[in-house]
């Protein structure tokens, strides 16, 4: 027999949720206070991470009354402030140094298999970014908070532009075959431009240099 009475209702298969796009991880929750004239005023303050593992990340802190506010706040600033970072073979381009506040910050590249060495806000932030191989140390404080920001401004000083992609891919393929026409064009542009050079140089006719101070408004030639 069943339980309920009627037993045609069955429960909805909360299962089968599509998967968000950003994974979100709750960092820190501390209690803050501030005093006011009538005495403190306690509320929750909340770090929160966000990335979609492909190369985008943001952190974000909120602070409200309750706990679920703080986190809901902080999870929207992290979406609003989020950074994209270049990565080469699931690692990063080169190696970073940064010092933020007390904290210190060095995230060097590692080759496939090493995984994420690294811990505490450096690692959870690593993860939401998409490394897969790096070798990382952290200084001084042991501030979740701190250790979060300094690790933001050393990802934003990588330079590059080289992101993963799959080469069997379509996009693959598409940057692939972009990148082979764009040399192609070059390679018929200089190939012309030569051709001409000889063939005035063959005339009796010959090229010179000129810059913008040898001609005037007009657009004629200054002797």
């Known amino acids: 027999m069943p339980k309920t009475s009627r037993p045609d209702r069955k429960r909805k298969d909360r299962s089968k949720r ?38 985008k990340v943001g952190l974000g802190t909120g602070k409200a009354s309750e706990v679920q506010s703080a986190v809901q706040k902080a999870a929207s600033t992290a979406k609003k402030n989020m950074i994209k970072i270049p990565i080469i073979n699931g690692t990063i381009p080169h190696e970073v140094d940064h010092k933020f506040k007390a904290a210190r910050i060095r995230i060097v590249p590692a080759r496939e298999g090493t995984g994420i060495i690294a811990g505490g806000a450096l690692r959870v932030i690593l993860e939401h970014a998409g490394v897969q191989n790096v070798l990382s140390k952290q200084y001084g404080t042991s501030n979740k908070l701190v250790n979060a920001q300094a690790t933001i401004k050393a990802l934003k000083r990588l330079r590059g532009t080289a992101v993963d992609v799959d080469a069997s891919s379509e996009e693959g393929k598409a940057k692939s075959a972009k990148e082979k026409k764009t040399i192609k064009d070059l390679d018929k542009e200089f190939a012309g431009a030569a051709q001409d050079r000889e063939v005035l140089e063959e005339e009796g006719l010959g ?13 004629n030639l200054v002797k």
């Open 18 to 55: 599509e998967p968000k796009e950003f994974e979100e991880t709750t960092l820190s929750v501390d209690r803050v206070t501030r005093v006011v004239k009538g005495g403190r005023r306690l509320r929750f303050r909340a770090v929160v991470v966000t990335g979609n593992k492909k190369g």
């Open 207 to 219: 090229v010179t240099e000129v810059s913008k101070k040898d001609i005037d408004q007009e657009g």
